[in-house]
């Protein structure tokens, strides 16, 4: 008997850790679910990559206070709101795999607290009217470039752009429209590409913040 419960307990210390979305839930009554079969289940692709380096960083904690249907949902939730996309609801999530929506929002709350987090609404709506701006300047720098657009071609400016950099406005036109070179105008493109790219990553930083953001660009690169 005793040898048998010796076998029983290594057979357990065998089992893949949470971080591995692979771990059965500690309740046997819980269903096995991983986050990438709820992610393709709810059709959420774009939200992947953070649910799953939020629940390695903390599903095992949500998992044994919630259960596993629990904490691959809450961690799917968190990544719905620290995205551009829109806020998965609890009881939407729970309809889906018969789970408690009490349960999914307070594993969300449990993973979150272990993670820094966001930036405020104001610093992440400024962030993103800045890469508009960037943006449709690099575009204007491309026109200006390219001898595919014709001399009387007029740019469409995003009211965005208008309101954020209206003393742009006269510059850029120009530069798209008359100018074969872009550089007297300040449009080099390179710079701009390396501007937008910097302020891509800011926004991520922002909207996930520090803690997520760092978690998701490490399994990126793994």
């Known amino acids: 008997m005793g040898q048998r419960q010796f076998e029983s307990d290594d057979a357990d210390a065998t089992t893949t850790p949470a971080e591995t979305d692979t771990t ?28 799953r380096a939020a629940f390695a960083h903390a599903g095992e904690l949500a998992t044994l206070e919630y259960g596993r249907p629990a904490a691959v949902l809450g961690a799917i939730r968190l990544a719905s709101r620290r995205s551009r996309h829109a806020t998965l609801e609890c009881e939407r999530l729970a309809a889906v795999f018969d789970a408690d929506p009490d349960a999914v929002s307070r594993a969300d709350a449990a ?34 470039e390219s001898s595919a657009v014709p001399a009387h071609h007029t740019q469409q400016w995003s009211p965005t752009f208008a309101d954020t950099a209206p003393w742009l406005l006269g510059r850029v036109e120009a530069a798209a429209t008359r100018c074969e070179d872009a550089a007297p105008f300040g449009l080099d493109e390179d710079g701009l590409q390396a501007h937008a790219d910097r302020l891509r990553s800011d926004l991520e930083f922002a909207r996930l913040g520090t803690t997520l953001a760092t978690l998701v660009a490490r399994r990126q690169t793994v």
């Open 111 to 144: 993973i979150a607290s272990t993670l820094t987090p966001p930036a405020d609404a104001s610093t992440i709506r400024t962030l993103r009217r800045r890469l508009i701006v960037v943006e449709e300047l690099l575009a204007a720098a491309r026109a200006a």
């Open 24 to 51: 059965d839930a500690t309740d046997a009554s819980d269903s096995v679910i991983t986050v990438g079969e709820a992610i393709d289940q709810l059709d959420a692709d774009a939200l992947g990559p953070v649910a």
